[in-house]
């Protein structure tokens, strides 16, 4: 038997990993998958709700992290998933994505050595992304894993030339496809029936999607300003136009501590609710007119479902999604959002394609080639 665990810990990594348990479990009794839950996103609905709405199983082991700085939270991460290593002995660990659970997890399995003298191998689901911007957080976490891991599954072409260039054997990296895009295909139809658009009183097409939660946007208060702007020209060039804006706890801070209260309200339109549960975001993505985003797989999502997106940060790990997909990278230069606005609104935007193996069945090849790599170990 084969035992695979697989680490997350924040939003984005539950609906990665959801494909490959599913696909995994087709091997039982061979394969045997834990999940380990760091708890690095420790409220329900950034984490619980998830679970649940992706028929995912309760996790084998939940290490109730909770938040932290960077520092803090990836220290307690490494030590209380260290003492997991050594009661489980793995002969895979499986990592998704950027956060620091990923970090954390690649670095103590690089540490640890088994029998047979070598590390316990590390497998970066969503590997070779980069944004090239050393000040995201996220970006330290994907270059670090990336050079301690023993297998790297690449969702672009990009990714494979980023390991490439950086001095990774070819023979360790696997363009299998996006498992997020596994899963958004995957739930599309139960999506459907979510009821939240009644709940907001919108219908399709009518409304403009908005997520916000990169400090670079929401802890500076010049640029969380010069955002909520983009929100006025949104009521100028399309005056019945909603705006439904799913608010982070981080950026609801900011608001609060910035003390743009009145600014919000000033603003036509605008319906904030608290973050919602994948379905519901699903029914919201796939209905709306365009989204506005600071978020990774958003850019992707919304490329797989053919929807105008502008990027609120100045680059992205993700360039596929401007290359040849839906997205526009925009960062905060109003001339540029306002006229992608009125090209979306005059249906003279881009229409965008569908990147290679973003078919919904990444999870089948990368599944196929981690047991040909469990089977040779």
């Known amino acids: 038997m084969v035992k ?12 990665k990993m959801a494909p490959i348990h599913k696909e995994l479990l087709k091997h039982h009794p061979k394969v045997k998958h834990k ?49 997991v290593i050594y009661r489980e002995l793995p002969d895979l660990v499986l990592v998704y994505g950027d956060v620091n659970s990923t970090l954390a997890a690649s670095v103590v399995c690089s540490k640890i ?143 609060t501590e910035f003390r743009l209260s009145s600014e919000i309200e000033s603003i036509r339109n605008l319906i904030i609710t608290e973050p919602l549960g994948y379905l519901d975001f699903v029914k919201l993505m796939s209905s709306a007119k365009y989204v506005m985003t600071d978020s990774g797989g958003i850019q992707e999502e919304t490329t797989a479902l053919k929807i105008p997106c502008l990027t609120l940060r100045e680059n992205t790990e993700r360039p596929v999604t401007a290359q040849i997909g839906t997205n526009t990278i925009c960062g905060l230069d109003i001339k540029l959002i306002q006229k992608k606005l009125i090209e979306i609104e005059s249906g003279k935007y881009k229409r965008g394609k569908i990147p290679k193996y973003w078919d919904g069945r990444a999870s089948e090849r990368i599944v196929s080639n981690l047991l040909k790599i469990t089977a040779r170990n």
């Open 4 to 15: 695979i665990i697989s680490v997350v810990g924040a939003r984005p990594n539950f609906m």
């Open 35 to 83: 999940i380990v839950h760091t708890g690095q996103h420790y409220d329900r609905k950034m984490s619980d709700v998830f679970f649940n709405e992706l028929e995912l199983p309760k996790p084998d082991i939940y290490l109730g992290i909770g938040s932290g700085t960077h520092a803090e939270q990836t220290a307690k991460i490494m030590i209380a998933f260290e003492k």
């Open 113 to 255: 050595l088994l029998k047979s003298g070598k590390p316990v191998p590390v497998a970066h689901i969503e590997s070779g992304l980069r944004s090239n911007d050393l000040r995201m957080p996220e970006e330290i976490n994907r270059i670090v894993t990336d050079s301690i891991a023993e297998f790297l599954f690449v969702t672009e072409p990009d990714g494979k030339k980023n390991l490439t260039d950086e001095g990774i054997a070819t023979t360790k990296i696997f363009y299998c496809g996006n498992t997020m895009i596994d899963s958004l295909r995957f739930y599309l139809n139960k999506a459907s029936g979510s009821n939240i658009m009644e709940q907001l009183c919108i219908s399709e097409r009518s409304f403009v999607l908005v997520t916000l939660h990169r400090p670079s946007n929401v802890d500076n208060k010049r640029n969380l300003k010069k955002i909520l702007s983009v929100f006025k020209d949104v009521n100028r060039i399309s005056p019945e136009r909603d705006i439904i804006f799913p608010i982070h706890p981080r950026t609801r801070k900011r608001l």
